[in-house]
Structure formats: C-alpha cells, structure tokens
C-alpha cells in the first residue's frame, strides 16, 4: 500500500515564476525579463483577488458570530425571564399519532412517550433542566 498523500493547499501552489530562470536576473535575456516582470504583476492581481475574497468570507463569518451570540443572550434572556415567572421551560406537546401512520409504530410511541410531559400530580423529574 502507498503512503497517504498530503493534502494540498494554496502555499503549496508554486507560481511559473520562480521556476524560469533559476540562474537569476543578471543572465536573462530582456524579453524574459519582461515576461517575468508581467507573470510577477498578474500573480500579484490574483492574490489580491484571493485575498479580497478571503477577507469577505472573514467579515461575513464575524458577522454571523456576532449574530449567533445575540441570539444566545436573547434565548437565555427568555430563560431566566420564564424561571422567575414559574412558567414551563417546555411548551411545545406533540400531538399523539393516529393509528396506521408512521408515528403510531412501536418505536414513534416510545418517542412520543418520553416527549410528553408529566401529568400534574407525577413528582417525575423534568427531561430537560435549563
């Protein structure tokens, strides 16, 4: 069996530039020049069009992350809101399945058994404590 091949990645892409003209500068003929002067100037171009790019998709995942955290105050805000009001932290109660549907099979009831909340007088313990 081989050896598992690494992963590329964009450092890993090397431009044509640096692989003409290995002896340097000072031996090269001026059209050569001149075209690694132009390969230069349009791999610059395409990094900062990369680099735009990349900083777009910075600037929208820092903009979701702010979003994410202000939705998580506002939810445990609600939380503590109903906790001192004594309201139910669960208020949503699935509708008991009718015979002969999916939901009516062995499995769905167990399911649908422990999402149901307890009747008044059960001491059972809550599944969820927030």
Do not use: W
């Not at 640096?18 to 100037?41: I, W």
């Not at 939380?79 to 769905?108: D, F, K, N, Q």
């Amino acid at each position: 069996m081989s050896a598992p091949r690494r992963p590329r990645s964009a450092s890993s892409i090397s431009s044509s530039v640096s692989r003409r003209n290995q002896g340097g500068v000072r031996g090269a003929m001026p059209h050569q020049l001149y075209m690694r002067l132009t390969c230069l100037e349009m791999e610059r171009h395409r990094r900062g069009i990369e680099r735009e790019a990349a900083m777009t998709r910075v600037r929208i995942c820092d903009e979701r992350s702010r979003d994410i955290d202000q939705e998580m105050v506002e939810i445990k805000e609600e939380l503590r809101r109903r906790r001192m009001l004594g309201e139910p932290a669960v208020e949503t109660v699935i509708p008991p399945a009718t015979p002969g549907t999916r939901r009516a099979s062995a499995r769905g009831a167990s399911i649908n058994a422990r999402r149901d909340p307890p009747a008044a007088g059960d001491d059972a313990p809550m599944p969820f404590k927030y």
